[in-house]
């Protein structure tokens, strides 16, 4: 594909059921970054992937949350037990390849609506 | 710590007339930086970025400046259109390439 895509677009959970979200990055990327907006606001770094490899998760705001990489491609975010102050949209970006190895290129995140 | 902030939370303009939206940083040491638009329900799209050894950068239609004194950027948009309506933000880059957000401008074109 030719943008950075995401799954599902919109999540509706109770309150203590486990999630996962999805990205699909840009073909050769090699940076994958997560972040959260919630309403009205700017956008929150989580966690960020180079290759398979995590070197910086300090954004993730409690050990509920987590991720992976694999292949250098996907990326998952798990949140566990959710809760409603989960609820936000939860966007991916990716970066590294090409000519401008700094750009960042957004999806179109998930909306996650906790009850 | 590493702050990004916006001047104002709204803007509102004609058709036809040129819009600025400022931005300030709190990190001298910043080396780039980026503008996005991000319409409702979308994700960000990337406008046009700036590097710190840059102190004017032109796309189409829009043109950023970098202030490095008073560690101020802005976005300027020539000829607004309808189109233009969104928020916008401003980012800077931090440790390991990831985005510190201002709060965002939401930019109101009005015909």
């Known amino acids: 594909g030719a943008g950075v895509s995401q799954s599902p677009s919109n999540k509706v959970t109770e309150k203590g059921k486990d999630v996962e979200l999805r990205c699909d990055p840009i073909?050769?990327?090699?940076?994958l970054y997560w972040y959260r907006q919630s309403l009205g606001q700017g956008l929150e770094f989580l966690i960020y992937?180079?290759?398979?490899?995590?070197?910086?998760k300090s954004g993730l705001p409690s050990d509920r949350f987590s991720a992976e990489r694999t292949g250098g491609s996907v990326s998952t975010l798990t949140i566990q037990r959710t809760q409603q102050e989960d609820s936000a949209v939860y966007l991916c970006?990716?970066?590294?390849?090409?000519?401008?190895?700094?750009?960042?290129?957004f999806g179109p995140g998930t909306r996650l609506t906790v009850l | 710590g590493e702050s990004v902030g916006l001047h104002l939370p709204t803007l509102s303009v004609q058709e036809g007339d040129n819009s600025i939206i400022n931005c300030a940083y709190s990190?001298?040491?910043?080396?780039?930086f980026i503008w996005y638009k991000q319409e409702s329900g979308k994700g960000p799209q990337f406008i046009i970025d700036?590097?710190?050894?840059?102190d004017k950068r032109q796309g189409q239609r829009v043109t950023v400046l970098l202030n490095k004194t008073v560690k101020h950027l802005s976005l300027q948009i020539a000829a607004t259109q309808p189109g233009d309506s969104a928020v916008y933000f401003c980012?800077?880059?931090?440790?390991?390439?990831?985005?510190?957000f201002g709060q965002g401008t939401e930019l109101s074109v009005k015909p």
């Open positions: 073909s050769g990327h090699t940076a």
């Open positions: 992937f180079q290759g398979n490899s995590a070197p910086d």
């Open positions: 970006a990716s970066g590294g390849g090409g000519d401008n190895t700094d750009t960042q290129y």
């Open positions: 990190n001298s040491a910043s080396d780039y």
């Open positions: 700036i590097r710190s050894n840059m």
């Open positions: 980012a800077e880059e931090g440790q390991g390439g990831k985005l510190i």
